[in-house]
């Protein structure tokens, strides 16, 4: 019966859904953006994780990616996804919660998202567009500490 409750009480994260919320692709420029170019594009890839609970063990977090492709002042292409999944947590101890659902989550979610935004350039008629690996225990940490200045309280000069 010991081995029963230990696995009854052991930490699990499961996924119980993915889905794709939104999804946008822009290619103003076609089909003249699509003609060989002397240069590369410059890219600008933003990132945003979000978590909502559900129930008390069940969270729906969001990984939000948007690519955008500029060359001079002109958008060549622009790419925006919301990915999502929903989580079942339990067993974790309450000060695991938050970096679960920023860092582990998310790093679940990545490389479906990713793949998403591969296809969506290359299906727009320009080669994939790979997102290198996102560290999102640094993105968390950052998070933190912006968080944390924001809730400091600045003294009063007399």
Do not use: W
Not at 60 to 83: G, H, N, P, T
Not at 122 to 141: A, E, H, K, T
């Amino acid at each position: 019966m010991a081995d029963d409750n230990e696995q009854a009480s052991a930490p699990s994260l499961n996924i119980l859904a993915q889905y794709t919320k939104d999804l946008s692709f822009e290619n103003p420029g076609a089909p003249r953006s699509l003609q060989s170019r002397d240069k590369a594009p410059a890219i600008n890839i933003s990132v945003n994780v979000n978590a909502n609970p559900l129930s008390e063990n069940d969270f729906d977090v969001v990984l939000s990616l948007s690519a955008e492709a500029r060359e001079d002042d002109k958008i060549v292409f622009a790419a925006e996804l919301v990915y999502g999944g929903v989580f079942r947590i339990t067993g974790f101890p309450q000060e695991h919660m938050l970096p679960l659902l920023f860092i582990e989550c998310p790093r679940l979610l990545f490389p479906f998202a990713r793949q998403i935004i591969s296809d969506v350039t290359r299906n727009g008629g320009f080669p994939p567009l790979m997102i290198d690996p996102i560290d999102f225990g640094q993105m968390f940490s950052q998070r933190m500490a912006e968080e944390q200045t924001k809730s400091q309280v600045q003294p009063l000069n007399s």
